[in-house]
């Protein structure tokens, strides 16, 4: 879409004032994800500082003299540094301009949304808070994997992979939160994999827990691994898959086997209807 095609359906949707930034989260990918919110935000926003996840169809939708300016950070290539973005969103706050500042999935979901509107209230900024997506909920969903499933587990636990500094975590008490959960959802853990799997193992996990990573999800070139703790470093070896990634820990992986739906768009049959042996249809419930 161009901006005069793209357009809003009618209600009383709110205005960037001049001065204002409104922190939004673009989703975990695929453009269709955005929420109105953002949308709106795109069509009025003097300047867009947006990250390096965004879609660049999604920038597309922004107004013909839009300024965008790109503060990525990807591990181990040159990022901005945080400090920079966040008094970067002042100076132009302070400048009078309408401010979008544009994330990758939601960006209070280890997207550092936190500290740059705690940056911005504190020099008397104005922001609003536009929620995302998450790509460990929307995108496990692309892959045919429920992040909670009653047959499964009572609850979730959402993960990051790395620390401050971009390198393994060492506060994680891999025994309580495999006594926890029941599914580990691990953003930005591709590169400490090897880290993650031996402490998962450590705490009791077995072998055969099934795991899988999804890689660019929600996006044309999404890729899917199921794999397990005991061969998933192998697996990811051989088929050379990269960040953006999420992995996921859980029994809840085996559902994808009934309820992956991009195969079944393809035409490809489900390859098992009752993944987790309940040995009954899925409306009889207790």
């Known amino acids: 879409m161009t901006e005069s095609t793209l357009t809003l359906p009618t209600g009383n949707w709110p205005a960037i004032e001049p001065g204002w930034v409104w922190l939004c989260g673009a989703g975990p990918g695929d453009p269709g994800l955005m929420t109105l919110h953002a949308v709106n935000a795109l069509r009025q926003a003097d300047v867009i500082v947006y990250d390096a996840l965004v879609a660049p169809e999604i920038l597309q939708w922004a107004r013909d003299d839009a300024e965008k300016i790109y503060a990525g950070k990807r591990g181990g290539k040159p990022s901005a540094k945080q400090i920079d973005i966040s008094l970067t969103l002042v100076e132009l706050a302070q400048q009078g301009k309408r401010v ?17 509107a705690q940056t911005l209230i504190q020099r008397g900024i104005n922001v609003r808070i536009v929620p995302g997506i998450s ?69 009791g996990r077995g072998l055969d827990e099934p795991v899988a990573i999804v890689s660019q999800a929600t996006t044309p070139n999404q890729k899917v691994l199921e794999t397990t703790l005991g061969t998933m470093l192998d697996d990811i070896a051989n ?12 029994r809840s992986v085996l559902m994808r086997q009934v309820l992956d739906w991009q195969a079944l768009e393809r035409g490809e049959k489900p390859r098992n209807l009752d993944p987790l042996g309940r040995g009954k249809p899925a409306e009889l419930r207790d």
């Open 100 to 116: 979008m500042r544009l994330k990758g999935g939601d960006p209070f979901v280890f997207g550092r949304g936190g500290e740059e």
């Open 239 to 250: 088929t050379e898959m990269g960040p953006p990634a999420i992995i996921c820990v859980g």
């Open 135 to 203: 790509a460990g909920i929307g995108g496990l969903a692309y892959a045919g994997i429920p992040v909670t499933h009653r047959d499964v587990n009572q609850s979730v636990t959402f993960v990051t992979g790395h620390d401050q500094t971009g390198e393994a975590t060492k506060t994680l008490d891999w025994d309580a939160l495999s006594r926890a959960s029941g599914v580990l959802v691990i953003y930005m853990g591709m590169k400490h994999a090897q880290s993650i799997c031996e402490g998962l193992l450590g705490a």
